[in-house]
Structure formats: C-alpha cells, structure tokens
C-alpha cells in the first residue's frame, strides 16, 4: 500500500519512466527502449523465473522433516521478493488510475485524495481475502500447481508488454499488448474446470506436493530424510 501510493505521489517520475531512453533501428528489429519497460521487463523474468523454480521444487525437490524452520534470511528473502513483485505489477495499476481520474476537473488534491482512497481500499480487501484464499491454495495442491502456471502466463504478458511499451517491432510488426481480458478468461475458466474435477474427486486420496527443505543439516546433522 505505501509504495503504490508512494508511486502516486511520484507522478513526474513515473512520466520521465515512459519517456524513451534510446532507440535503435536495425534490417530486422527496432524501438525505442524505456525505464517503465525495462522494469517489466526485469519484473517479467523475475516471475518466469520464480515461478519455474517452485514448480520444480514441488513435483521434484525433497521433502520437508516436519518441525524445522526456515532461516530468518530466508523469510527476509521471501519479503523482499514480494515487494518487489508488487512494485513491479503497480507501475500498471497506478498509470491507469492516473488516466482513469481528471485532474481539471477534481484538483490535484481532490484527484490524489481518490487515487489514494482507492488504493487503501483495495489492499484491505486484499488483506480481507488474503487468509481465506491461503487457506484454500495449500489445502489443495492442484490450486497450486495452477496458481504457478497462471504465474507463468502473466510473466509471458509482462515480456510481451514491455516489448509493446518499447514500441519493438520485427521486421516491420510491431508488438502488440496482449489483452488482458483474455488472460482473466483463460484463468477463470481454468478454475472453473479444476473446481468441477475437485468436486468429482472428492472422495479420492488428495496429491501431496513436496515443500522446499530448509535447515535439514542444522536440525539432524549426519542423518538422511529418511532416517528423519
């Protein structure tokens, strides 16, 4: 909530980000490469890359001894990633609300004072979910593994859209912005199908993903999982 509304009142930063900061023109590619799209860009990656990995680490890492805690670097690790992330995903967010509220005719101050509610209200409802939804995600694997792969596809929408705000263009076809209404169709109906398996399979025995070891030396020096 503090950076997105710190993002607001940086509002002539965030105008300097759209702003070109070189070009190029060869036989085959061309554009002009910006600060905005070189952050979704890195952010775009950040996510393929995270998301890769914990879909990995669950279906082909080792399983976690119960009682062992992760390291207090790794939770700072975590918390840092987070931010990140989210900064990353309110470049979007907060350019809209920009576009979306009229400076003439509410005043800076009043316009500010909306985006600003906005924002609060949003990440309360966010905090209002956050338990429930958590709840829910680790009580089913397969919501897991699903909510990874919709990571996946939006960080392939964050590479395409920076391509789109650099104005890239191969050999003469210029990159468009996929639209985001496909992407929250494509989820949707995904939930929907894995709620009516979910439904059908009831009775059958859950999938048990693996969760990353953290510590296992520490805790049980000289011993394998197993003897754990």
Do not use: C
């Not at 799209?37 to 990995?56: P, Q």
């Not at 966010?126 to 429930?132: D, Q, R």
């Amino acid at each position: 909530m503090l950076a997105r509304i710190g993002l607001l009142f940086g509002i002539s930063l965030l105008m300097r980000l759209t702003k070109p900061i070189f070009s190029f023109d060869t036989v085959w590619i061309d554009g002009s490469v910006t600060g905005q799209s070189l952050i979704i860009l890195a952010g775009g990656f950040f996510l393929l890359y995270k998301s890769v990995t914990e879909v990995h680490n669950k279906l082909e890492g080792v399983d976690e001894p119960a009682g062992i805690k992760a390291p207090t670097s790794h939770f700072w690790r975590v918390i840092i990633q987070i931010v990140a992330l989210d900064i990353v995903f309110s470049f979007d967010s907060v350019l809209t609300a920009i576009g979306m509220v009229s400076f003439r005719d509410f005043g800076y101050g009043g316009a500010m004072a909306i985006m600003v509610l906005a924002v609060v209200v949003a990440v309360m409802l966010i905090l209002l979910f956050s338990g429930p939804i958590s709840k829910f995600v680790n009580d089913h694997p397969t919501i897991q593994m699903l909510a990874l792969s919709f990571l996946i596809l939006i960080g392939v929408m964050l590479l395409v859209e920076a391509a789109h705000l650099a104005n890239i263009s191969f050999f003469g076809k210029t990159v468009n912005e996929i639209p985001k209404g496909y992407v929250y169709f494509a989820i949707a109906f995904s939930l929907l199908v894995e709620m009516l398996n979910m439904k059908l399979s009831r009775k059958n025995t859950p999938v048990r993903l693996k969760k990353k070891q953290a510590g296992q030396e520490k805790e049980y020096p000289g011993k394998s999982i197993d003897e754990v």
